[in-house]
C-alpha cells in the first residue's frame, strides 16, 4: 500500500529545513540548508525545489498530497502571499503558493511559521485532544499561534495573534517594533539574556560569565545556570517567571484556551519557572481562567514542520483532507518526480 505524506517547508531567515510527514505527524525523511536570505527570492525558491528533491530521494516509495509552508509574516495565508517578511530581503507581495503550485505541480498551502507551529502541537503534540489552545514561543522573540474551536485564528490580513507584541507594561527596553513595553522587549529570551549579561561583568567569575565564556549572556545560559543552583540565574528566571505569568494572564482572558503550551528555547526551563508563573496566573487572573494547565511544548523544533504538513493533510476542521486539484505543472516531470 502506498504511504501518503506531505512535503512540508519550514522557511526561515537563517535556515530552509523541509521534511516529509505522514499522516500521523511523523516525519520521513528530512533535509535543511542555510536559507540564501539577502539573495532574493528567486534563489530561496529554488532552494526550496533543490530540498524538496532531496527529502523525495530519501523516501522515493511515497505518495506525496501536497505542501505546507511555514513562513515568516506578515503574510496573506488564505492568498498565499508573502507580504514582507523583514528576515528575508527581497520578498515583497511574493506569490509562494502560486509559484510552488507551478513549479512542484503540487497544491500548497502557506501559513505564518507560529500559526504552523501551533497547529503542530495542537494536532500532534501538547494540545493534542484539545479543541481550543494558545501556543507560545519564547526565544530570540516572542510569537505564537492560536487555535479556536478546532481553527488557527487568522483575523485581518492573517496577522491576528500578534503574542509578543502585547504591551504589559509602560518601562523597559524599546522593542524592535519601536515601542516600549512589549511582551517580547521583557520576556523573551534575548531580554532574559540582556538582565543577566547587565548584572554581570566579564570575568567576574560568576557561572554566567563561565558558560557564556566572557561573551555576552543569553537566556540558555541563564537556565543552564539555574539548574546548577546558581543564585543570580534563580533570581533572573523567577523575575522572567513572573512577566511571562503577567503575559500569559492576558492570552487566557483573551482567548480561554484549553491549554496553554509554551515552546522555543526558554520553554527548557518551563518546569523551574511553572510554580512562580501559576503563582502569578492565580493572583491576577480571574477565577474563571485560573485552571488552564500551561504545559510545555512536544514537537520541538520539529514542530511547524509537522504543522506545515498539517495544512494539506487535514481540512480546516482537523479530519484528513481530500487530495487538492492542481493546475498543469510548469516545472517539468514535476508530477512524475513527487509522485512515483
Same mark, same amino acid.
Given at each position: 500500500m502506498t504511504i501518503e505524506a506531505a512535503l512540508a517547508i519550514d522557511l526561515g531567515g537563517?535556515?530552509? +529545513?523541509?521534511?516529509? %510527514?505522514?499522516?500521523d505527524g511523523k516525519i520521513l525523511a528530512f533535509a535543511a540548508v542555510p536559507t540564501q536570505? =539577502?539573495? @532574493?527570492?528567486?534563489? %530561496? #525558491?529554488?532552494? #526550496?525545489?533543490?530540498?524538496?528533491?532531496?527529502?523525495?530521494? !530519501?523516501a522515493p516509495g511515497l505518495s506525496i498530497v501536497g505542501v505546507g509552508v511555514g513562513a515568516p509574516g506578515p503574510l496573506d495565508p488564505l492568498a498565499g502571499i508573502a507580504v514582507g517578511p523583514p528576515t528575508l530581503a @527581497?520578498?515583497?507581495?511574493?506569490?509562494?503558493?502560486? #509559484?510552488?503550485?507551478?513549479?512542484? $505541480?503540487?497544491? %500548497?498551502?502557506?501559513?505564518?511559521?507560529?500559526n504552523a507551529a501551533a497547529l503542530g !502541537?495542537?494536532?500532534?503534540g501538547a494540545g493534542h485532544g484539545a479543541r481550543s489552545l494558545v501556543f507560545v514561543t519564547v526565544s530570540t522573540g516572542i510569537g505564537g499561534g492560536v487555535v479556536?474551536? @478546532?481553527?488557527?485564528?487568522? $483575523?485581518?490580513r492573517g496577522l491576528a495573534a500578534e503574542i509578543g507584541h502585547m504591551t504589559i507594561t509602560n518601562e523597559g527596553?524599546?522593542?524592535?517594533? $519601536? %515601542?516600549? @513595553?512589549?511582551?517580547?522587549?521583557?520576556?523573551?529570551g534575548t531580554a532574559l539574556g540582556r538582565?543577566?549579561?547587565?548584572?554581570?561583568?566579564?570575568?567576574d567569575g560568576s557561572t554566567l560569565r563561565r558558560l557564556s565564556v566572557d561573551a555576552e549572556v543569553t537566556g540558555r545560559h541563564v537556565v543552564e545556570a539555574a539548574r546548577l543552583q546558581d543564585g543570580l540565574a534563580l533570581a533572573l528566571l523567577e523575575e522572567e517567571a513572573r512577566w511571562l505569568g503577567v503575559g500569559f494572564t492576558n492570552l487566557l482572558h483573551l482567548y480561554s484556551p484549553d491549554v496553554l503550551v509554551v515552546g522555543g528555547g526558554i520553554a527548557n526551563g518551563l518546569d523551574l519557572m511553572l510554580p512562580t508563573i501559576e503563582a502569578? #496566573? +492565580? =493572583?491576577r487572573a480571574m477565577r474563571a481562567y485560573r485552571d488552564v494547565p500551561v504545559v510545555q511544548a512536544q514537537l520541538g523544533r520539529h514542530a511547524g514542520l509537522v504543522g506545515a504538513a498539517s495544512l494539506v493533510l487535514f481540512d480546516d476542521a482537523g479530519t484528513l483532507a481530500a487530495r487538492m486539484p492542481v493546475g498543469p505543472s510548469t516545472y517539468p516531470d514535476a508530477r512524475r518526480d513527487f509522485n512515483g
Open positions: 537563517t535556515e530552509l +529545513r523541509a521534511a516529509l %510527514v505522514d499522516r536570505a =539577502q539573495a @532574493g527570492p528567486d534563489a %530561496v #525558491i529554488g532552494q #526550496i525545489e533543490a530540498l524538496a528533491a532531496t527529502v523525495h530521494a !530519501e @527581497g520578498w515583497l507581495d511574493v506569490p509562494l503558493a502560486d #509559484i510552488l503550485e507551478r513549479r512542484l $505541480g503540487l497544491p %500548497v498551502r502557506l501559513e505564518n511559521d507560529a !502541537e495542537w494536532r500532534f479556536v474551536d @478546532g481553527r488557527i485564528l487568522h $483575523g485581518r527596553e524599546r522593542c524592535v517594533c $519601536g %515601542v516600549v @513595553g512589549c511582551f517580547e522587549a521583557i520576556a523573551s538582565r543577566a549579561t547587565a548584572a554581570t561583568a566579564a570575568s502569578t #496566573i +492565580r =493572583q
